[in-house]
């Protein structure tokens, strides 16, 4: 026989549950929210102060083009060419002709979002080529899927970087 007051008891603590949860989601919600919110470029001292040396950008003048960061002074920023790694691969911008700085994400960080990108992709073309090994295929081709992607994604950049400045 069941005791008086347990259902109660149950949709107490299934209503409480139900309020921590959507209380939970509007403050995941809130959070992503504000992770958006524009955040103040144009700042020539972040650039200066914020960006560590041998990080790599993209520099935006009348053309866009990576390079790997060495200083800022207040009249020009230097950099050096990606390919090469001598002194003559220095480049100086004098300030007033960048549109934009970006700097980029790490390596790993765009190696990762490439291999998770190939893995998902060889996965479902191992479900959808080979009908009757599922299990075998799918994990044989995400597995090649992920080493390609993670070899894509070191290589071009996938993730695009945060801008930190931007000419007013």
């Known amino acids: 026989m069941s005791q008086p007051g347990v259902p109660c008891q149950v949709a107490r603590s299934i209503s409480?549950?139900?309020?921590r949860l959507s209380?939970?989601?509007?403050?995941?919600?809130?959070?992503?929210?504000?992770?958006?919110?524009?955040?103040?470029?144009?700042?020539?001292?972040?650039?200066?102060?914020d960006?560590?040396?041998?990080?790599?950008?993209?520099?935006?003048?009348?053309?866009?083009f990576p390079c790997m960061f060495e200083e800022a002074?207040?009249?020009e920023l230097v950099c050096r060419r990606l390919d090469r790694a001598s002194d003559d691969a220095e480049i100086h911008i004098r300030r007033e002709r960048i549109h934009e700085i970006r700097v980029e994400k790490r390596t790993g960080a765009n190696t990762l979002a490439g291999g998770a990108a190939g893995a998902?992709?060889?996965?479902?073309?191992?479900?959808?080529?080979?009908?009757?090994?599922?299990?075998?295929?799918?994990?044989?081709?995400?597995?090649g899927g992920?080493?390609?992607?993670?070899?894509?994604?070191?290589n071009t950049h996938i993730l695009k970087g945060k801008v930190i400045y931007r000419r007013p």
């Open 16 to 19: 409480s549950d139900m309020k």
């Open 23 to 49: 209380t939970l989601f509007v403050l995941i919600f809130l959070l992503k929210t504000a992770s958006f919110a524009k955040s103040p470029v144009g700042d020539w001292e972040a650039v200066q102060q």
């Open 51 to 64: 960006i560590p040396r041998g990080w790599q950008i993209t520099m935006v003048t009348s053309m866009t």
């Open 73 to 75: 002074s207040q009249q």
């Open 120 to 143: 998902a992709l060889g996965s479902s073309l191992g479900l959808l080529l080979i009908p009757h090994a599922r299990g075998a295929s799918a994990y044989t081709f995400g597995l």
């Open 146 to 154: 992920a080493a390609i992607g993670a070899s894509h994604g070191r």
